[in-house]
């Protein structure tokens, strides 16, 4: 897989921390569960927590797309 020479490329990986937005509420929700042998009756305000956020991340926009795509659109503007 090689690349062309004098194309820009940035590793998305090493660009920043990336955001995880319910991640609170997903170890709550399965620490829960673990304490509780699986059981989800006792684990149902944090089944509720988790969903709501869930929930509120799907109707937040998508992002405009990768860096890499950016980049790749304004070299080709150039040439």
Do not use: W
């Not at 089944?47 to 998508?62: A, E, F, G, H, V």
Request: aromatic letters at 6%; glycine letters at 6%; proline letters at 3%.
């Amino acid at each position: 897989m090689g690349r062309k020479a004098g194309s820009i490329y940035i590793n998305p990986k090493k660009f920043g921390a990336f955001h995880k937005p319910c991640m609170k509420e997903m170890v709550t929700f399965l620490s829960c569960l673990a304490l509780n042998s699986n059981c989800d009756e006792k684990c149902v305000r944090h089944k509720d927590l988790l969903s709501t956020c869930m929930d509120s991340q799907s109707k937040k926009n998508k992002s405009m797309g990768s860096i890499n795509y950016h980049l790749q659109r304004l070299s080709r503007g150039r040439k």
